[in-house]
């Protein structure tokens, strides 16, 4: 999901669960869920070109901090899940939320 219209916020902060928007790259300005950090990367997934089974990773600091999901055992009951294709159908919806509360917030 590219949409460059998004608030600013800072690169530091980044952990499981945080929304994320690429920096860099070819995924540049996309907006993703980071799934995990190890090092100083992150695995991020968006339930449509980066599925949850294959996680895109990225280096933290090609990446900016939008926010963070409000309850961090989503993730948990998501990969709990049976399906893939309900996985990442969670993960489009948690997304979605968020860009819509964002723009709504805009609207007033």
Same mark, same amino acid.
Request: glycine share 10%.
């Given at each position: 999901m590219k949409t460059p219209f998004l608030p600013q916020t /800072?690169?530091?902060?980044?952990?499981?669960?945080?929304i994320v928007r690429?920096? +860099?790259?070819?995924d540049r300005l996309g907006i993703f869920i980071v799934l995990w950090v190890q090092g100083d990367y992150?695995?991020?997934? /968006?339930?449509r070109s980066r599925l949850y089974e294959k996680p895109k990773k990225k280096r933290i600091?090609?990446?900016? !901090? =939008?926010?963070t999901l409000?309850? !961090? #055992?989503? =993730?948990d009951?998501?990969? %709990? &899940?049976? /399906? +893939?294709? #309900?996985r990442n159908a +969670? &993960? %489009?919806? =948690? &997304?979605? #939320?968020?860009? /819509? #509360?964002?723009? !709504? !917030?805009?609207?007033l």
């Open positions: /800072d690169k530091t902060g980044i952990e499981t669960g945080a690429s920096e +860099a790259g070819h992150a695995y991020l997934a /968006d339930g600091r090609h990446m900016r !901090k =939008l926010a409000p309850e !961090k #055992q989503v =993730l009951q998501i990969s %709990r &899940l049976g /399906d +893939a294709g #309900q +969670a &993960l %489009r919806k =948690l &997304l979605r #939320q968020y860009i /819509d #509360q964002v723009y !709504k !917030k805009e609207e």
